[in-house]
């Protein structure tokens, strides 16, 4: 019983003595589960926390045994940046603060890379070493996971993400739009499905209705490289100081 426990998500205020074979099992604050770290709010924190750690310590192990730009790069691309865009989608209900957090390892390695002294922005260091923003990867990875939910290419325990129903009316823009939900909180609001079934919505109708995996990989990425496109799909929802970092849809 020593290996067991339990956690409690939602309302973190309940006093209860859970027992097995007459052990009492002790309460967990967080629990790892597939290398990701929930805690009782679902926040997401401590596992982000973790990522960022483990992620500035391998970039410190690759700039001081590589000196050649091309090989830092390259292992960064191999081994730090999938560990920032592991489930990418629960991310969706962090804070801004901890998004912040993640963005701000890329924005390290781009100045070890080129320089403490280099006047570019964030955004223009990316794109001069290849590195898309991670937000703006984030963004393109949740697009095509909630494509395959939608297309049930990739599984899901409930049905939460489904087609709206056709209009009987020929109104333009209706094709292939998904049924969304009305949260009653701003922390439901920001989950996956809801934010995504939104952002979803949004996307053109003639990316809205392909059927190909490949064909929308390649739409939406040519879609997303696009500033206009990106300003397209939802209204401003960081403040400026930190649209530059984190892009304007808070992904």
Same mark, same amino acid.
């Given at each position: 019983?020593?290996? #067991?426990?339990?956690?409690?998500?939602?309302? +973190?205020?309940?006093?209860?003595?859970?027992?097995?074979?007459? $052990?009492?099992? =002790?309460?967990?604050?967080?629990?790892?589960? !597939?290398?990701?770290?929930?805690?009782?709010?679902?926040?997401?924190? $401590?596992?982000?926390? @973790?990522? +960022?750690? @483990?992620?500035?310590?391998?970039?410190?192990?690759?700039?001081?045994?590589?000196?050649?730009? $091309?090989?830092?790069? *390259?292992?960064?691309?191999?081994?730090?940046?999938?560990?920032?865009?592991? #489930?990418?989608?629960?991310?969706?209900?962090? *804070?801004?603060?901890?998004?912040?957090?993640?963005? =701000?390892?890329?924005?390290?390695?781009?100045?070890?890379?080129? &320089?403490?002294?280099?006047? *570019?922005?964030?955004?223009?260091?990316?794109?001069?070493?290849?590195? &898309? /923003?991670?937000? &703006?990867?984030?963004?393109?990875?949740? !697009?095509? %996971?909630?494509?395959?939910?939608?297309?049930?290419?990739?599984?899901? =325990?409930?049905?939460?993400?489904?087609?709206?129903?056709?209009?009987?009316?020929?109104?333009?823009?209706?094709?292939?739009?998904? @049924?969304?939900?009305? /949260?009653?909180?701003?922390?439901?609001?920001?989950?996956? +499905?809801?934010?995504?079934?939104?952002?979803?919505?949004?996307?053109?109708? =003639?990316?809205?209705?392909?059927?190909?995996?490949?064909? %929308?990989?390649? #739409?939406?990425?040519?879609?997303?490289?696009? $500033?206009?496109?990106?300003?397209?799909?939802?209204?401003?929802?960081?403040?400026?100081?930190?649209?530059?970092?984190?892009?304007?849809?808070?992904?």
């Amino acid at each position: 019983m020593a290996k #067991c426990g339990w956690i409690c998500f939602g309302d +973190t205020s309940l006093n209860l003595d859970i027992t097995i074979d007459g $052990e009492v099992l =002790s309460r967990l604050h967080t629990v790892v589960d !597939l290398g990701r770290r929930y805690s009782q709010d679902l926040s997401f924190t $401590e596992h982000i926390l @973790k990522q +960022t750690s @483990k992620s500035q310590r391998l970039i410190g192990y690759i700039t001081r045994n590589l000196y050649n730009t $091309e090989s830092r790069i *390259l292992m960064y691309k191999v081994c730090a940046r999938p560990r920032l865009e592991y #489930c990418t989608f629960i991310l969706s209900s962090a *804070l801004i603060k901890k998004k912040l957090r993640l963005e =701000s390892v890329q924005r390290r390695f781009t100045l070890r890379i080129l &320089g403490a002294d280099c006047t *570019l922005t964030y955004n223009s260091r990316c794109n001069k070493l290849g590195l &898309g /923003p991670l937000w &703006g990867r984030r963004l393109k990875l949740n !697009l095509i %996971f909630f494509f395959k939910l939608l297309h049930k290419l990739s599984f899901t =325990s409930d049905n939460a993400i489904q087609y709206a129903e056709t209009s009987h009316y020929d109104i333009r823009n209706s094709l292939a739009l998904v @049924k969304q939900t009305h /949260p009653k909180s701003s922390l439901y609001m920001n989950y996956f +499905t809801c934010k995504f079934s939104r952002l979803w919505n949004n996307l053109p109708q =003639s990316i809205r209705t392909i059927k190909s995996l490949q064909l %929308f990989v390649r #739409c939406i990425d040519a879609h997303c490289s696009s $500033e206009n496109a990106l300003n397209g799909l939802a209204p401003l929802s960081v403040s400026h100081s930190t649209s530059d970092i984190l892009g304007t849809l808070n992904v």
